[in-house]
């Protein structure tokens, strides 16, 4: 498996607090089926304030660690880009950490506040796409003005966007509500990637190999491919070339 959204360097935002804390999530993730992990701290204007240049050197830390350590993993870094404006300044100056190349697009880890999608919210995917970046939206199940109008995920799939899952709303993790509307926006196609979006050891680890089970038992072993395999690779094998 290959997980795209996981917060594992170390000490640069809520995820994995020290480097022991980093390998640790690694190995664990490894244990569990996964070659391939993209790292992606929260970029949070004002909160995490985890330009490119800072997620990289953190980056350079975290691989040297896990290469001492022969830890049979590939690894790769972007970030978790909370909507702000302040995402076309970085657009602009190429400062923005991103996913790899695919058909002709690159690809970004978004989210929106956990609270509501803002209004605008379209207007900046949609400059996004004229510059040819399709949004990956973060957890959409687990956003409150989609967990209260399901369907308002629809102006944004008929714009192009793609959408992550994470494991743990699938398996019940974040209630009920979210397992719910998980299950039902991959049951309608909306859903391209399932990830951990792991912080830590005990609350949010980086396990993806239960949801899996689950997909396989509710939709079968193609749409699992498809959701924690495929579409993951798509995007991000271009990130892996040494
Ligand atoms: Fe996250």
């Excluded at 699938?170 to 196609?189: D, K, M, N, V």
């Excluded at 399932?194 to 396989?216: F, T, Y």
């Excluded at 509710?218 to 491919?225: H, S, V, Y």
Aim: proline share 4%; aromatic share 8%.
């Amino acid at each position: 498996m290959i997980d795209i959204h996981c917060h594992i360097l170390p000490g640069i935002d809520d995820g994995a607090k020290d480097m022991i804390e980093a390998l640790a999530l690694i190995n664990l993730a490894v244990a569990d089926g996964v070659t391939r992990i993209v790292v992606t701290p929260h970029l949070h204007f004002g909160r995490f304030n985890n330009y490119l240049s800072v997620i990289a050197s953190s980056f350079l830390a975290l691989q040297q660690a896990v290469d001492n350590e022969k830890i049979q993993v590939e690894l790769a870094y972007a970030a978790e880009v909370r909507l702000d404006s302040e995402i076309l300044s970085l657009l602009s100056r190429q400062q923005l950490p991103l996913y790899g190349n695919y058909n002709n697009q690159q690809f970004m880890l978004l989210e929106f506040p956990h609270s509501h999608i803002p209004a605008g919210s379209d207007v900046l995917v949609k400059h996004l796409l004229k510059q040819n970046i399709t949004p990956v939206i973060a957890h959409p199940e687990r956003n409150r003005d989609l967990l209260r109008s399901p369907d308002n995920i629809k102006a944004f799939v008929r714009l192009g966007c793609w959408f992550q899952a994470t494991a743990s709303s699938i398996t019940g993790h974040f209630g009920e509500e979210c397992q719910a509307l998980s299950l039902s926006y991959i049951e309608q196609g909306f859903i391209n990637i399932v990830a951990s979006d792991a912080h830590n050891l005990k609350r949010r680890p980086p396990i993806l190999s239960e949801a899996r089970s689950k997909v396989i038992e509710l939709f079968g072993e193609e749409k699992a491919q498809e959701l924690f395999y495929d579409n993951a690779y798509d995007i991000t094998d271009s990130m892996f070339e040494r």
